[in-house]
């Protein structure tokens, strides 16, 4: 008994049934909190950001890592995923964020965040913490200075 080879692995069959669903969409699951929240364009850039910073390995993932990092006074960027559910997961982080700081933008999607840090599963926050020398440094410094700017704005339109 040989095996067939016209049978094909399930895991490419797997690839094929995930559907890409739109930025418009996924805004519909934000909560009210979730401000500043990254434009189409801002989205894309950051989670480029988090995928250059998790190959260089300069990326905190979960509350739990994002909390200690804030609490030790480590800076960098926090991104936080907008559609957290029960949203009291995430309430704190942008008040440990502004007290130490440290600059944030929601996402529209957990399971966009959990792609780009190279997780199967979806991600609340990640705080990108670059090191000297870090090869994304350019695109990190773009990112960074648009999400400032975002901040600005909010604080100035409260």
């Known amino acids: 008994m040989a095996k067939d080879k016209k049978q094909e692995p399930v895991e490419k069959t797997k690839d094929l ?25 801002l989205n894309k850039k950051v989670l480029k950001v988090v995928k250059k910073a998790v190959k260089a390995k300069n990326v905190r993932r979960g509350v739990k890592e994002v909390v200690k990092s804030l609490r030790k006074g480590i800076k960098g960027v926090v991104v936080i995923a907008g559609d957290i559910s029960p949203i009291d997961v995430i309430t704190h982080i ?15 999607s957990k399971e966009d965040l959990g792609s780009a840090g190279s997780t199967k599963r979806p991600t609340s926050c990640v705080m990108i913490v670059p090191k000297p020398g870090a090869d994304f440094k350019e695109t990190y410094d773009e990112v960074m200075s648009e999400i400032s700017d ?9």
């Open 17 to 41: 049934e995930v559907e890409e669903i739109s930025y418009e969409t996924r805004l519909k699951a934000v909560n009210a909190i979730a401000h500043p929240l990254a434009s189409k364009k």
């Open 94 to 108: 942008p008040v440990l964020c502004e007290d130490s700081n440290v600059p944030y933008i929601y996402v529209p």
């Open 150 to 158: 975002l901040s600005k704005k909010m604080l100035s339109s409260a």
